[in-house]
């Protein structure tokens, strides 16, 4: 008879776990059972505790900051920057190597080949890429520099070829195929901001504006995030408050619901494709897909055209 079935029999929803010595080791719920039942995918370590990653920049006095999260069993740590082929990030990326051997270190957000292999040459263990792709980012705008995201992740891979290190798309996620070309251009990781910042388990309080439910969104660089402390990561921290120079903005988007439902689309969207160009596994993606360039034209008649939507699909909108 299993634990669980156990604690089913016996009515009792909360078991206390001990060591040898009857030491406290902590707790354990039906919930947690069941939990585990519903999300066999969730992402774990092989002690079955959920994988956590944390952000820090590359200014002074995150060092401490590296230690306590290393100390506290972190899984991967993120050296994060605006404009991670600096000096700067290299070097706190050559230090925390050095300092923590196995430890996983991701680097971003460069937008060139050059700055990923430097990104390799400090010692990361994954390359973040994104110049100002992101919904609530104006970095092109008010800077202007960037690169298109597809040409910045596929110059990425290209200049990585061959060391195992692998590439995140970050930023300009708006559908599922945006997803599929992420990885076909070569990534093996996307990171998704607004196409899950409407849903219920997102930060922030529902908002009813003109009869629909919204929640609100913001950018690490908006002057709202840099003045609670994001200003380190476009290098403006010794900046006063109204000083300081933001490179995104404070917005909105339409509530969506549970983030479940948004993943079942996402993944329906990209094993479609796979169906489609004939790839059986996300490593064939990334390796035998390939790109045509089409016209403005071409855009439009990809989207919806010449009719009026009078319901919505839950993996596309108009506008979005």
Known sequence: MSFFAKMHEKRVEKALV?????????????????????KPNACKDEHGRLRVGAAVGAGAGNEERVDALVAAGVDVLLIDSSHGHSEGVLQRIRETRAKYPDLQIIGGNVATGAGARALAEAGCSAVKVGIGPGSICTTRIVTGVGVPQITAVSDAVEAL????????????????????????????????????????????????????????????????????????????????????????IEGRVAYKGRLKEIIHQQMGGLRSCMGLTGCGTIDALRTKAEFVRISGAGIQESHVHDVTITKESPNYRMGS
């Open 161 to 248: 070829e061959g060391t195992g290190i692998p590439v995140i798309a970050d930023g300009g996620i708006r559908f599922s195929g945006d997803i599929a070309k992420a990885i076909a251009a070569g990534a093996a990781a996307v990171m998704v901001g607004s196409m899950l910042a409407g849903t219920e388990e997102s930060p922030g309080e529902i908002e009813l504006y003109q009869g629909r439910s919204y929640k609100s969104y913001r950018g690490m660089g908006s002057l709202g995030a840099m003045s609670k402390g994001s200003s380190d990561r476009y290098f403006q921290s010794d900046n006063a408050a109204d000083k300081l120079v933001p490179e995104g």
């Open 18 to 38: 001990v060591d040898d010595s009857f030491h406290l080791l902590g707790m354990i719920t039906v919930k947690d059972f069941q939990k585990a039942e519903r």
